[in-house]
């Protein structure tokens, strides 16, 4: 079964520091999305792209969180200036068509020192 | 109480044994799904039930929705040491453009 990948699988930053979360999609998918899970807690929605647009964004995905797909595959996540709070796995999903199951990568562990 | 809830929060059973997972939610969905996450891993899919079913199977696994209870029932039969892991509800209310709103999870341990 085709997989969603992501890059890298832990990353360790400073505080007040830039960090770019990478995914890649399944290739024929259309509607993208990150989801993030601090240690204990449940899943929490982020954001969902479709058409190179956001078309919905949680409260959580303030100004300093952005997305992109600059290219035909990749999918990133982008936090301009890192929190403690942030800390947390990072997964991006990916779906085809409406109502239909999302595939989720196997996640990022960020941790902000 | 939040969507997409599960109980019980924990559940611990004998290899062989049957599982049953309870999820509630809030508000009117359009699809329900089941996730499995094994410590500090991804989520794997694990079967999507829509509004207008009412039961569906996957091997050893069965779904039930009752959408007039807003609740849904995951049964894991003639459990595996390799099942133990951390099963999460979540709901959709849109389609695929739209959000998944996760509940807490049920850790099942099965025991051999």
């Known amino acids: 079964e085709p997989e969603v990948t992501q890059t890298p699988s832990h990353q360790v930053t400073q505080m007040g520091q830039e960090v770019i979360l990478r995914c890649v999609p399944i290739?024929?998918?259309?509607?993208f999305y990150w989801y993030r899970q601090i240690l204990g807690q449940k899943v929490e929605f982020l954001v969902s792209?479709?058409?190179?647009?956001?078309?919905?964004k949680s409260e959580i995905f303030d100004d300093q969180f952005s997305v992109e797909r600059p290219d035909g595959s990749n999918f990133t996540l982008k936090i301009r200036s890192t929190k403690l709070e942030d800390s947390a796995m990072y997964f991006c999903?990916?779906?085809?068509?409406?109502?239909?199951?999302?595939?989720f990568g196997p996640g990022t562990r960020l941790t902000v020192t | 109480s939040q969507q997409g809830e599960e109980d019980p929060q924990a559940l611990s059973i004998q290899e062989g044994e049957n599982a049953t997972m309870n999820c509630s939610y809030k508000?009117?969905?359009?699809?329900l799904q089941w996730y499995r996450q094994n410590s500090g891993r991804g989520l794997v899919h694990l079967i999507l039930?829509?509004?207008?079913?009412r039961e569906k199977h996957s091997g050893r696994l069965r779904v039930t929705l009752d959408t007039s209870k807003k609740s849904s029932s995951l049964l894991i039969t003639a459990s595996r040491a390799a099942d133990t892991a951390s099963y999460f509800c979540?709901?959709?209310?849109?389609?695929?453009?739209?959000?998944?709103?996760f509940g807490k999870g049920i850790t099942l341990s099965v025991r051999p």
């Open positions: 979540a709901t959709d209310t849109t389609g695929a453009n739209s959000k998944l709103t």
């Open positions: 508000t009117s969905i359009n699809n």
């Open positions: 039930i829509r509004s207008n079913e």
């Open positions: 792209f479709y058409n190179n647009e956001i078309s919905e």
């Open positions: 999903a990916s779906t085809a068509t409406t109502g239909w199951k999302q595939y």
């Open positions: 290739s024929n998918h259309l509607y």
